[in-house]
């Protein structure tokens, strides 16, 4: 292309105001980089972005989010999340199949915003509806969740590591805030 630059992510852009920056449209960003979620982009990621005629309608709806766990005060990932709250049930032998990030990427970024919640990790034997953690997993092979207190327990809910079920919940796991163990 042409008119292509380079982009490196900082922490608060979205691919909206990333676009708006370089002249260019939200969809094309996604496309030219071959973003799987353009709600998901990385702190540090880098980006092929141009100018496009095409100016994008679609950023009013979407937010930054910039908060940083308090036991996780390392880079954080650049969100443009809508709201909306995708609890799909698919296969318990393909739970990891939607995940958006590896585990040591997560540990490492320490915070993830996916669909409107904040998500932190925990390490954890006992869970409190009686699940025994298998390496970071129930016995149906499903991350095992800890959300707020009124999300039931069984829950399928998607985590940035694939899908997962609610088995636990903390003091601190309130509002938008859900944790998800380790595998």
């Given amino acids: 292309m042409a008119n292509a630059d ?11 105001n990333i676009a708006d920056k370089f002249n260019d449209t939200v969809s094309g960003i996604t496309q030219r980089n071959h973003l799987s979620d353009a709600d998901m982009i990385l702190v540090g990621q880098k980006l092929t972005v141009g100018k496009d005629a095409n100016k994008s309608t679609n950023k009013n709806h979407m937010k930054t989010s910039s908060a940083v766990h308090n036991e996780h005060q390392s880079a954080i990932i650049a969100d443009t999340t809508s709201s909306s709250d995708s609890s799909s049930s698919t296969s318990s032998s393909d739970a990891t199949s939607s995940a958006i990030i590896s585990p040591a990427d997560f540990q490492s970024q320490g915070v993830v915003y ?19 953690n298998h390496g970071g997993y129930d016995a149906d092979g499903y991350l095992i969740v800890a959300a707020p207190s009124d999300v039931p327990f069984g829950t399928h809910v998607q985590t940035p590591l694939g899908e997962g079920v609610v088995h636990d919940r903390g003091t601190a796991i309130v509002g938008n805030h859900y944790d998800v163990v380790m595998p």
Avoid: I
């Fill in 114 to 132: 996916q669909n409107g919640k904040k998500w932190t990790y925990y390490t954890g034997a006992a869970f409190a509806d009686g699940t025994t």
């Fill in 6 to 16: 380079t982009y490196t992510v900082k922490s608060g852009d979205t691919v909206a």
